[in-house]
Structures are given as C-alpha cells and as structure tokens.
C-alpha cells in the first residue's frame, strides 16, 4: 500500500452495480495482503490488521458509503454491512444471465471470439451468483446451438469427444480462420 492514492480495483459504487466483482477482488486482495481473516466472523485478527484492512476496504468504496459507513470501525461489520445491502443483487442478475444463456446461440454471433466472449461473460455472472457451470454444461451448450444447417458440421465436433470448452472453441477458431469468416 505505498501507493495509497492508487486504486487496486474499481471502488464499488454506492448502487452497488460492480458489488459481485467487486467483493472477489476485495477477497483476493485482502487475503494477498494477509489480511483475509479480518473479513471472517469470530476472527482473531489483530488491532493492527484490522485497521489495515479497513483502510484498504474503504479505499475502494464510492465517497457517499465512505460517509454511510463513516462510524464502522471494524472490517468484518462493515463487511457484513455490505453483504446485507447488495447480497440481494444476485437475485436480479441470476435470473438476467439464465435467461441470457438460454438465449445464446452460435449462430447469433460474427464471430467465435464474440460468442466465446459472450459465453465467459453470462458463465461469470452465473458462477458469481453460485450456479456450478462445468465443460461439459458449455460443450453442450455450444452444440445445441449449431446452426440447423450445420448439424453435420456438429456431429462431427460431438465425435471428437471434446472433454475442454477451451478445445472445441480453439477447433472452431481454427475452422473460423481458414474458411475466411
């Protein structure tokens, strides 16, 4: 922290859109810094860590929560604080990226790297709100969603028993490059 003025992350806004990114990468850095267990109730983290963690804490927070939450000392009710606030934010996005993976197709997209993108993007949500999403979830997801003209083109991928999403995007990627798309 020599750089106090220097954001490690995008502070989290007092709507808290970003709350989801945002308490991972609060997470991650606080336990980089040593510091993961001031977040954990019943923690025995000392005076000095404590106070560290909530400097780092409300470093990445919006000025109007800074002026919320001005009296909170303690990192773990200001945590908790938080989590009270915005947890109820997983029920608005969860239902908004179900629906976005149903309703992503292959063949709505230019090309794959758009499709690939759009698929990290709502597969992140739905893994942030709790939902287990594996390669095979993915796989399958990307089969059924060949073009009705490609079935052949789909079949011949399903037999190559892909057991990585990562595989059959690089197969498509390498397809999508020498036919010219």
């Known amino acids: ?7 490690e992350f995008v502070a989290l806004d007092i709507l808290g859109k970003s709350y989801m990114s ?20 019943k923690n ?13 804490l409300r470093h990445h927070l919006h000025e109007g929560l800074k002026m919320e939450y001005l009296t909170i000392k303690d990192p773990v009710i200001l945590w908790n604080n938080l989590k009270d606030r915005y947890d109820h934010l997983k029920m608005v996005v969860l239902p908004q990226a179900r629906y976005d993976r149903t309703h992503l197709r292959l063949q709505d997209f230019k090309s794959i790297h758009e499709y690939n993108s759009a698929m990290f993007r709502i ?12 390669d095979h979830d993915m796989l399958e997801k990307t089969f059924t969603t060949f073009h009705a003209s490609n079935i052949l083109l789909q079949q011949q991928y399903r037999e190559m028993e892909f057991k990585k999403y990562s595989e059959l995007i690089s197969h498509l990627l390498i397809a999508e490059n020498i036919m010219g798309y």
């Open 123 to 134: 597969i992140s949500q739905l893994k942030l709100c709790g939902d287990n999403i594996t």
């Open 44 to 56: 025995q983290a000392s005076n000095q860590d404590r106070a560290k963690a909530m400097i780092f």
């Open 1 to 7: 922290m020599s750089n106090i003025s220097k954001l």
């Open 22 to 41: 945002w308490v991972l990468d609060a997470e991650i850095h606080l336990d980089a810094m040593g510091l993961a267990d001031t977040i954990k109730d």
